[in-house]
């Protein structure tokens, strides 16, 4: 058998070896997680991480991040230049070392950086073997060295050009078409976020970012004094401070890590807590959040049982009263973090939670006393949070899931489908009973379930969830998905893995998809974070001419069919005001139908960036919002804005 020879065949012959570079070229995403417009970017951030970790240290004060014209990158700081002597075990200059074989660097063994979020050493070499193209430059010693490479192979030795009184080192270099789906698709404003991020993290280092590509060329500046408080600041803009409560800031240093905290109590209801390990944003957490939790809720609850604020009996606030409308930025820098998984995404060092809890009660408990006033308005909003949560379990046991056997508890207006299957179960969300009739006769029965709402929802961004619980088409939807809501949404129960919001293709069904999706991001999560969510994209238009009908879905569509067809007298065009002027043939047709329709997936790449346009959207500050449409008035279509 085939099969047979093959084993047979498996030898040392079999092992392949992957010299140098080789390895990153043939398994890119082992690196830097994929190549689509995600890895692009990353390859900027490790550029640019190195001058950070030279700027920890204490020797750069200015980096330069550029796209140029031909959709090159430039990234240049006032370091002290990448080292460019011979490395004596290797022979060759030491920067040539760094830019051509995986961990090498100044960040192991504590030598070079003594606090570092390039964990790995491979940033510089990764980005070589992933460019078509990259030059190094090196001011160093009173010379600028140069050196440029192809796809990871230096073109030439190192060489002086010329003298020169300053330090730094530049990187230029242009992604691999061979490796990158589209090497062109470098976001401004993507690149922005990640660039003011590190200027808040890091108080006093000044990050400018250009994009040459067009004519009038996008400039951004980041220097922020206040560190991560100025972080909080920002990220409190569309909210309002509760009563006069300011921006607590502690900091402390505890063997050799550095901890940082910032915090501000707002008005409203939702948890904004950031945590960053050497500026890398550990989005799962770790034992400084695990640290800061234990303090805070320690500290509040001494603090109000001290003061007779609590009640001898009172229960004890648990940490998520305390946490409700508290924004926080957590930021460690250490020696040796231990991450836990190739992402980063979670800091598992044990000695960092002690580390953390300690600053923070010492600096928590001491502005309490200090500050009596604030703290009362804090214990008044954190004991109206535990009344709220213990309302808003009440309401929970109303709208559990409840089993098959019972499914006559499913809300009345739902149109379920046979299926059983949640895999295969998709759910339509549909404003108005006209559009909810059309989408019931043309579904598909077998896996299509139809749930109509009766205007619109509450904006979930101002009520707690008690108040929320109340609301009887949010009810309808969480006794509907059957997974919970808040803190006991368990994904392992939806019983629709597509849940999709079919809205009228105007202003209020845009407003009405916000509000769902607010509803979402803030009590239902994992829906969006594991992709159930969809949006459909009904038709704008109908197009017929000699009975040869065609559906549109935006002017520019409209206009190139029309320029294909001529605008003659024989052309006729229907706009659809909403989804209940379709028939509903004409729904499942253009809608509904697996074979025919568009939807659009709802995913979440920057919960940092969701989180801020959802307050700001959704809030009740007017003024940000405001600014925000005035500053996207010219970007008609939805798909267009970044929300």
């Given at each position: 058998?085939?099969?047979?020879?093959?084993?047979l065949?498996?030898?040392?012959?079999?092992?392949q070896?992957?010299e140098?570079?080789?390895?990153?070229?043939?398994r890119?995403?082992?690196?830097?997680?994929s190549?689509?417009?995600?890895?692009?970017?990353h390859?900027?951030?490790?550029i640019?991480?190195?001058s950070?970790?030279?700027a920890?240290?204490g020797?750069?004060r200015?980096?330069?991040?550029?796209?140029e014209k031909?959709?090159s990158?430039?990234v240049?700081?006032?370091?002290?230049g990448?080292?460019?002597?011979?490395?004596?075990?290797?022979?060759?200059p030491?920067v040539?070392v760094?830019?051509?074989m995986?961990h090498?660097?100044?960040k192991f063994?504590?030598?070079?950086?003594k606090?570092?979020?390039?964990?790995?050493?491979?940033?510089?070499?990764?980005v070589?073997?992933?460019?078509s193209?990259?030059?190094?430059?090196?001011?160093?010693?009173?010379k600028?060295?140069?050196?440029?490479?192809?796809?990871?192979?230096?073109?030439?030795?190192?060489?002086?050009?010329?003298?020169?009184d300053?330090?730094?080192?530049?990187?230029?270099f242009?992604?691999?078409?061979?490796v990158?789906?589209?090497?062109?698709a470098?976001s401004?404003?993507t690149l922005?976020?990640?660039?003011?991020?590190l200027?808040?993290?890091?108080?006093?280092?000044?990050i400018?970012?250009?994009?040459?590509?067009e004519?009038?060329?996008?400039?951004?500046?980041y220097?922020?004094e206040?560190?991560?408080k100025s972080?909080?600041?920002?990220?409190?803009?569309?909210?309002?401070?509760?009563?006069?409560?300011?921006?607590?800031?502690?900091?402390?240093?505890?063997a050799?890590?550095?901890?940082?905290?910032?915090m501000?109590?707002?008005?409203?209801?939702?948890?904004?807590?950031?945590?960053?390990?050497?500026?890398?944003?550990?989005?799962?957490?770790?034992?400084?959040?695990?640290?800061?939790?234990?303090?805070?809720?320690?500290?509040?609850?001494?603090y109000g049982?001290?003061?007779?604020?609590?009640?001898?009996?009172?229960?004890?606030?648990s940490?998520?009263?305390?946490?409700e409308?508290?924004?926080a930025?957590?930021?460690v820098?250490l020696?040796e973090?231990?991450?836990?998984?190739?992402?980063?995404?979670?800091?598992?060092?044990?000695?960092?939670?002690?580390?953390?809890?300690?600053?923070c009660?010492?600096?928590l408990?001491?502005f309490l006393?200090e500050?009596?006033?604030?703290?009362r308005?804090?214990?008044?909003?954190?004991?109206?949070?535990?009344?709220a949560r213990?309302?808003?379990?009440k309401?929970?046991?109303?709208?559990?899931?409840k089993?098959?056997?019972?499914?006559?508890?499913?809300?009345?207006k739902?149109?379920?489908?046979s299926?059983?299957?949640?895999?295969?179960?998709?759910?339509?969300?549909?404003?108005?009973?006209?559009?909810?009739?059309?989408?019931?006769?043309?579904?598909?029965?077998?896996?299509?379930?139809?749930?109509p709402?009766?205007g619109?929802?509450?904006?979930?961004e101002?009520t707690?969830l008690?108040?929320?619980?109340?609301?009887?088409?949010?009810?309808a939807?969480?006794?509907?998905?059957?997974?919970g809501?808040?803190?006991d949404?368990?994904?392992?129960?939806?019983?629709?893995?597509?849940?999709?919001?079919?809205?009228d293709?105007?202003?209020d069904?845009?407003?009405i998809?916000?509000l769902?999706?607010?509803?979402?991001?803030?009590?239902m999560r994992?829906l969006?974070?594991q992709?159930h969510?969809?949006?459909?994209?009904?038709?704008l238009?109908?197009?017929?001419?000699?009975?040869?009908e065609?559906y549109?879905?935006?002017?520019?569509?409209?206009?190139?069919?029309?320029?294909?067809?001529g605008r003659?007298?024989d052309?006729v065009i229907?706009?659809y005001?909403?989804l209940?002027?379709?028939s509903?043939?004409?729904?499942?047709?253009t809608?509904?139908?697996p074979?025919n329709?568009i939807?659009?997936?709802v995913?979440?790449?920057d919960?940092?960036?969701a989180?801020?346009?959802?307050?700001l959207l959704m809030g009740?500050?007017?003024?940000?919002?405001?600014e925000?449409?005035q500053?996207n008035?010219?970007?008609?279509?939805?798909e267009e804005?970044?929300?």
């Amino acid at each position: 058998m085939e099969i047979e020879n093959q084993a047979l065949n498996y030898d040392e012959n079999n092992i392949q070896v992957l010299e140098g570079l080789e390895a990153v070229r043939r398994r890119p995403g082992m690196y830097i997680g994929s190549t689509d417009e995600r890895g692009l970017h990353h390859l900027v951030y490790e550029i640019v991480d190195n001058s950070i970790d030279e700027a920890l240290a204490g020797f750069c004060r200015v980096i330069e991040v550029a796209i140029e014209k031909d959709g090159s990158i430039t990234v240049q700081d006032d370091g002290r230049g990448i080292p460019c002597g011979i490395q004596p075990k290797v022979g060759k200059p030491a920067v040539e070392v760094c830019l051509t074989m995986l961990h090498a660097g100044g960040k192991f063994g504590g030598g070079g950086y003594k606090v570092s979020g390039g964990l790995h050493g491979v940033g510089l070499s990764v980005v070589n073997a992933l460019s078509s193209k990259l030059f190094v430059e090196v001011r160093q010693d009173g010379k600028v060295h140069k050196q440029s490479y192809t796809r990871g192979v230096p073109d030439m030795e190192l060489y002086v050009d010329g003298e020169t009184d300053q330090t730094g080192t530049k990187i230029h270099f242009m992604p691999d078409d061979q490796v990158f789906e589209d090497v062109g698709a470098f976001s401004f404003d993507t690149l922005k976020r990640r660039l003011r991020e590190l200027a808040f993290l890091n108080a006093g280092i000044r990050i400018e970012l250009e994009d040459r590509r067009e004519e009038e060329m996008k400039k951004g500046e980041y220097y922020y004094e206040g560190g991560i408080k100025s972080f909080v600041e920002y990220l409190n803009k569309t909210k309002d401070a509760l009563g006069d409560a300011p921006i607590m800031y502690f900091m402390g240093k505890r063997a050799d890590v550095s901890i940082e905290v910032a915090m501000q109590y707002n008005d409203g209801y939702q948890e904004q807590i950031y945590a960053f390990a050497n500026n890398i944003n550990t989005h799962e957490g770790g034992t400084h959040l695990e640290g800061f939790r234990r303090a805070l809720t320690r500290v509040v609850n001494d603090y109000g049982r001290k003061t007779k604020i609590l009640k001898e009996n009172d229960q004890n606030l648990s940490g998520e009263d305390i946490r409700e409308g508290l924004t926080a930025v957590i930021s460690v820098k250490l020696e040796e973090p231990q991450f836990e998984g190739q992402t980063k995404m979670k800091l598992g060092n044990s000695e960092v939670r002690g580390y953390v809890d300690s600053i923070c009660a010492e600096g928590l408990g001491a502005f309490l006393e200090e500050n009596p006033g604030v703290a009362r308005i804090v214990l008044d909003k954190c004991m109206m949070a535990n009344r709220a949560r213990e309302a808003a379990r009440k309401a929970r046991e109303l709208t559990r899931r409840k089993t098959v056997l019972e499914s006559s508890s499913l809300p009345g207006k739902l149109a379920d489908c046979s299926e059983r299957d949640p895999a295969r179960c998709e759910i339509f969300i549909v404003e108005g009973d006209s559009a909810g009739g059309s989408a019931k006769s043309g579904r598909d029965r077998n896996f299509q379930a139809i749930l109509p709402l009766r205007g619109k929802i509450l904006n979930v961004e101002k009520t707690r969830l008690d108040k929320i619980l109340a609301n009887a088409e949010i009810k309808a939807m969480i006794t509907a998905f059957g997974a919970g809501v808040g803190d006991d949404f368990d994904p392992a129960r939806l019983r629709y893995h597509r849940i999709v919001c079919m809205t009228d293709a105007d202003v209020d069904g845009s407003h009405i998809r916000i509000l769902l999706l607010t509803f979402f991001y803030r009590y239902m999560r994992p829906l969006i974070e594991q992709g159930h969510v969809y949006i459909a994209r009904p038709p704008l238009y109908k197009v017929t001419k000699n009975r040869a009908e065609r559906y549109l879905y935006d002017d520019a569509a409209l206009n190139e069919y029309l320029d294909e067809i001529g605008r003659g007298n024989d052309v006729v065009i229907s706009r659809y005001k909403g989804l209940g002027e379709m028939s509903a043939e004409q729904l499942w047709d253009t809608t509904m139908d697996p074979k025919n329709r568009i939807m659009l997936r709802v995913q979440l790449d920057d919960a940092m960036r969701a989180d801020e346009m959802f307050s700001l959207l959704m809030g009740d500050k007017v003024e940000p919002r405001k600014e925000f449409i005035q500053e996207n008035a010219d970007l008609v279509a939805l798909e267009e804005l970044d929300i």
